[in-house]
């Protein structure tokens, strides 16, 4: 008997809250029927579509093993955690939030360490010094171990981190570190610089598919709904409703709309009466409006958009095309 299909969101924090916004925009509120700390809910809405809250990490893992379809979580966890991720997982779309970077971060007192083959030399005197290899403190072992391969440093030794890795060169037990900021103040606050070319990975939210799920028609058309309801929010988000009404607007003249200011005419052209809706991005809006009275307009209303529903499931499409080259 097929079972729902599974989104895993994050339990907690900030990324939980943007999440829950995310999806509430799109009409779809995620639902805890005992509160905040039941840990499986619903999407409003959408049937065959059970909730589970758990960490960010934790998704990653589920994503991996199957035992969650639909997944949200930052790419750094996907990189990290999952081995040869683009084999057993597809990154659908990024979220626009949660951003951070996979840095390498060196203390601010080493004024010649200011790039990725400053630290091999570092690295190797170290090792010709010592008769020890450097010691970088990261929870990110992969992706370090990737990163550092693609320098050609091979002079140093991980040391796992489970608590604060940036306060691990102060305390000793590291010479280095490998971490994730948003801002760098916490790698300042304690005495550290990221090294200028040691940016391993720009990481943020991530709408994340699993390929090892046991997708079936009833998990396929779940999915397909939600994503509908996500596709049409997005274009709604990206786009102003423009109208207007011009006895002297033909083809000729939408044609030159469309092409100049980006903008789309979802019903075509202008009617027998001269009506005419344009949907507009925000950045052409100004320029779209002036070309319409100066072509004889006499006013043209712009309004937000709600949603925008499309022939196409660009995200569903993405999903289809990768369970079926699997």
Known sequence: MSGPLILAVPSKGRLQENVHAYFARAGMPLKQARGAREYRGALAGVANVEVAYLSASEIAGALAAGTAHIGVTGEDLVRENILDADSRVTLLEALGFGHANVVVAVPQAWIDVRTMEDLDDVASHFHGRTGQRIRVATKYVNLTRSFFARHGIIDYRIVESAGATEG???????????????TGATLTANGLKVVDDGVMLKSQANLVASLTAPWDDITRAAACDMFDRLG?????????????????????LVEEAVRDYQCVAPFGGPTSSGMLTLHCPPATLHGLTRFLREK?????????????????????EALDARLNGR
Request: hydrophobic share 40%; glycine share 6%; net charge negative.
């Open 296 to 316: 004889g307009a006499g006013m043209v209303t712009v309004s937000p958009l709600e949603y925008v529903f499309a022939s196409d499931n660009p995200l569903y």
């Open 168 to 182: 691990t060169p102060a305390a000793g037990t590291a010479e280095l570190i490998v971490d994730i900021t948003s």
């Open 232 to 252: 049409a929010e997005k274009r709604a988000r990206t786009m102003r409703e423009v109208r207007t009404r011009c006895v002297n607007l033909d083809t000729n």
